[in-house]
């Protein structure tokens, strides 16, 4: 379904080439929940960044249902670690966007803009400005924005990052439930190892910039899967366990340098 072969990313800065991601070989199923972790600046955004076809891999090639990603992927619905939020829209407003860009009337809108918002836990808050919302509000009017326009795959980049411990245990389930309904295929990039293994069906590990795909490690769990349970598994333990293994060492050097 996407296919990186052989992608490698540079930027110029100062004249000088910064190499983001190198050789990034994967491939995703249709369908698959694929989580992503890896230390901080090592390219994750950048090979989300080619999949929505908002940047061109500087070397290799990035395929979405076997179609070179050239130009902006329309395939998919990508939430960034940025919000896109409009200022002068209310929260109801900025979730109807999309709908409102696909001609959908008024009342269908308000009702899949109401159902979003409720699931995101904002009702009561549909008027509110988005410079009136807390950060870790804001992102969930991006996560509702995102999903009421139902895109085939989910891009998402540290979704959750910025909510308290209970509502993230909360949304992990709700998209969890989403992905099990309707079968979407997402890459979830998070720096949690935690939550990449309680929501993927692989966790891909990367190293430090420029980053390489260190390991891919598949959790043999259900598809349906308790949130708030899944720790005290042995497989998650095995799991994690092995994944922390391969992830620290790629933190050593940065901790060793503070
Ligand atoms: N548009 C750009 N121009 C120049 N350099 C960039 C650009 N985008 C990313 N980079 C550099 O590429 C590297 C990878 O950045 P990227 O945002 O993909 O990392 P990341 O793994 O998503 O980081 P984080 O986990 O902190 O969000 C970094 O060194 C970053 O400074």
């Keep these: 379904m996407i296919e990186f072969t052989n992608v490698s990313k540079y930027f110029e800065r100062d004249g000088k080439r910064v190499l983001a991601a190198k050789d990034i070989n994967l491939k995703i199923n249709q369908g698959e929940f694929l989580t992503v972790i890896g230390p901080s600046g090592c390219g994750k955004s ?19 249902k076997k179609q070179l990603v050239n130009g902006i992927n329309t395939s998919v619905g ?4 940025k919000d896109n939020l409009l200022p002068w829209r209310t929260v109801r407003g900025n979730v109807e966007i ?14 899949e803009s109401a159902s979003f918002i ?3 836990g904002l009702k009561g808050f549909e008027n509110h400005y988005p410079q009136e919302l807390s950060g870790g509000m ?46 979407k295929t997402i890459i979830f990039v998070t720096h949690d190892l935690d939550e990449a293994v309680l929501l993927g069906e692989r966790v891909a590990v990367f190293s430090k ?7 891919v490690e598949e959790v043999k769990l259900p598809k349906k899967r308790d949130v708030y349970n899944l720790r005290m ?7 994690h366990a092995n994944l922390w293994q391969s992830l620290r060492e790629e933190f050593v050097e ?5």
């Design 46 to 64: 950048t090979v989300l960044n080619m999949c929505a076809g908002l940047m061109k891999p500087s070397f290799g090639e990035v395929k979405y």
């Design 78 to 81: 990508y939430m960034t670690q």
């Design 98 to 111: 999309g709908l409102e860009i696909r001609g959908i009337g008024k009342k269908e809108r308000e009702r």
């Design 118 to 120: 409720e699931m995101v």
């Design 138 to 183: 804001r992102r969930r009017v991006s996560l509702a924005k995102m999903l009421v326009y139902n895109p085939e795959t989910l891009l998402l980049d540290e979704p959750f990052g910025a909510l308290d411990a209970q509502l993230r245990l909360i949304l992990q389930d709700k998209l969890l439930q989403i992905w099990q309904e309707t079968g």
């Design 209 to 215: 910039r420029p980053g390489t795909i260190k390991k």
């Design 233 to 239: 598994t042995d497989e998650f333990r095995k799991v």
């Design 254 to 258: 940065e901790v060793n340098a503070v």
